[in-house]
């Protein structure tokens, strides 16, 4: 994708398919460009910037280059403006100069449900604390809004003018970030629950490199009694495949109306949204591993159940709708798999008949086929797709659409326990100040 550079006070750096101006922004010492992963500078950077994140094991340096060449992104660099008159200190500063990123940031769009993620925020230890995570959030919510005013100059139906969801994550110790986050005009809307990678690696046969069959998740942290009874009565041909994007997005939507989930995939740290840098999820609805239940019988029809019946659930809690999604997510290398689970469920039933369900045959199945194209063909041909199919180790994620009541089986799950939270951008409050 090619880039073009507006010289501004603040200069930022945009697509060449959008034309924009930009007002002058607070820290005129600054330029925000495009990072290049041909420069050499510009790599090494990042690998001082990401050397003691996630502690060295940082997934960035991996994923910068498809940042970078991904039409629907913007992975921008923070650097200082040597041209810029205001900044005379900058001009002999050889230490830091105009090849030394300060700081990173992926602007990434996603069209289909009109938002935005802002991710891979990082400032080079040696610049934190000056206030460059607050600019370049405040940039890119420029940013943002110099494309919604482009895309609605350009509307030319009756339909009416929308602003981009600006959406973005941490996890809840990193403190410094959630008050960056509330002093640029975030506020919180969501949390994802996720399972420990630890945890998960503990369990038999589940860590990378581990020969042993990896025991199903329910067996192998022994809740199965902890599954609704209800939940273990819906019979699998009760799931429908979903098969297309557009499917997917009308059935998060409905399951958002009708319990207040976020209307998002969950994934590890994102949101998981159809688009051209979404692949793993074409092939996941490809080999029919995005499916969707609908629970339409009256509550009365459940009969009169106690609350120990119901694993300590209230019997008030009841199932609507829920979705299952497999994707693979190359960022997890602890594991014996990179299967990642998400789950949309509002009502515990729903929760546990999911949960359930991705332990079945039929999804282990489909899961087996998706993982054969991967290897020669005349293995694919021997391969059993039996009975003996075992399911696959996956990390699981769910938003906080659904309660974490004690003796519940998504309470007893091994979850994280610095939980990530997702925040939006608040244009109304913003515009108050």
Not at 394 to 404: C, E
Request: hydrophobic share 35%.
């Amino acid at each position: 994708m090619t880039n073009a550079i507006v010289c501004l006070p603040m200069t930022m750096i945009v697509s060449s398919a959008l034309s924009f101006s930009m007002e002058t922004l607070p820290n005129p010492g600054y330029q925000l460009r495009p990072f290049n992963p041909k420069r050499k500078s510009d790599c090494a950077s990042l690998e001082e910037i990401c050397a003691n994140v996630y502690g060295g094991t940082d997934y960035l340096p991996a994923v910068a280059a498809s940042y970078a060449e991904d039409p629907d992104c913007s992975f921008l660099a923070l650097t200082k403006n040597h041209d810029d008159k205001h900044n005379a200190t900058a001009k002999n500063d050889t230490t830091d100069g105009n090849e030394n990123i300060l700081a990173v940031a992926n602007y990434k769009r996603m069209p289909a449900q009109n938002s935005a993620w802002i991710e891979a925020v990082r400032t080079h230890p040696n610049h934190r604390n000056q206030g460059l995570a607050s600019t370049l959030l405040r940039s890119l919510v420029e940013f943002a809004k110099q494309e919604n005013d482009n895309n609605n100059n350009n509307n030319n139906s009756y339909a009416p003018c929308t602003s981009t969801n600006i959406l973005t994550c941490t996890i809840r110790s990193n403190k410094g970030m959630l008050r960056t986050f509330d002093k640029v005009g975030f506020t919180q809307c969501n949390t994802i629950q996720l399972l420990s990678f630890s945890k998960c690696a503990e369990l038999p046969g589940w860590k990378s490199g581990c020969e042993e069959t990896p025991r199903p998740l329910l067996d192998a942290l022994n809740l199965n009694d902890l599954v609704s009874p209800i939940a273990k009565k819906i019979s699998p041909s009760s799931w429908r495949t979903i098969s297309t994007e557009i499917q997917l997005l009308i059935e998060l939507e409905q399951c958002k109306l009708n319990g207040g989930t976020s209307g998002y995939l969950p994934g590890m740290y994102e949101y998981i949204v159809p688009g051209r840098n979404r692949l793993d999820l074409k092939k996941t609805l490809e080999h029919g591993l995005a499916l969707c239940l609908d629970l339409t019988t009256p509550k009365q029809t459940y009969g009169c159940e106690t609350d120990s019946e119901s694993g300590g659930i209230n019997e008030s809690d009841r199932v609507e709708q829920a979705i299952l999604v497999f994707t693979q997510d190359e960022r997890i290398t602890s594991l014996k798999s990179k299967w990642m689970c998400s789950i949309v469920a509002h009502s515990h039933v729903a929760f546990d008949a999911a949960l359930l369900h991705a332990h079945s045959l039929d999804v282990a199945r489909r899961m087996d086929l998706f993982e054969r194209e991967d290897i020669s063909e005349d293995a694919a041909k021997n391969a059993t797709h039996g009975d003996d199919v075992s399911s696959f180790p996956f990390i699981l994620a769910f938003d906080d659409a659904l309660p974490l009541k004690p003796g519940s089986l998504a309470h007893a799950l091994p979850r994280v326990t610095d939980e990530c939270v997702v925040y939006s951008y608040n244009y109304e409050e913003s515009s108050v100040h």
